[in-house]
């Protein structure tokens, strides 16, 4: 298994720099780009929902990621300390897609991470809040 950890603080901005950094960490390991795509906009799904809700958009707080990689599949945990999330329930979104006033404003995030992944998953324990999923590499 590949294993590697990447850290940044919680501003936006960080977000495409990790972003790339694990793009071409996923290219170094000959994943495929049907796989690494969806993985990484997962990814940034996360980390914004981080950001915006575990540390409220206050910069300088620490986020870790470590991506590991089998054969089978690309695993992310992302660890932070924030605010403890309350619900991380599968979200469903109902609308009228030729009336778009009555799209939802918010929550997409979780929804466009658990269409494209196999899993996704969110535990907090001892003051580390962690968000799980992966994508099976078949």
């Known amino acids: 298994m590949a294993i590697n950890k990447f850290s940044i603080t919680s501003e936006y901005h960080n977000i495409s720099t990790v972003s790339r950094k694990i ?16 993985v990484l ?7 914004n929902n981080s950001i915006e809700h575990s540390y409220l958009e206050k910069p300088g707080n ?3 990621i470590i991506v590991g990689i089998t054969k089978t599949k690309i695993e992310v945990d992302i660890l932070e300390t924030g605010i403890k999330r309350t619900n991380f329930d599968k979200p469903t979104l109902k609308f009228d897609p030729d009336d ?3 799209a939802p404003e918010g929550g997409m995030g ?7 992944m196999d899993s996704i998953s969110y535990s907090s324990e001892n003051g580390v809040n962690r968000t799980s999923f992966y994508k099976k590499r078949i």
């Open 100 to 102: 778009l006033s009555t």
């Open 62 to 64: 620490n986020i870790d």
């Open 41 to 47: 906009i997962s990814l940034m799904e996360a980390l």
């Open 23 to 38: 793009k071409s960490f996923l290219k170094e390991e000959k994943v495929d780009k049907e796989i690494s795509d969806p």
């Open 110 to 116: 979780l929804y466009i991470m658990d269409t494209l």
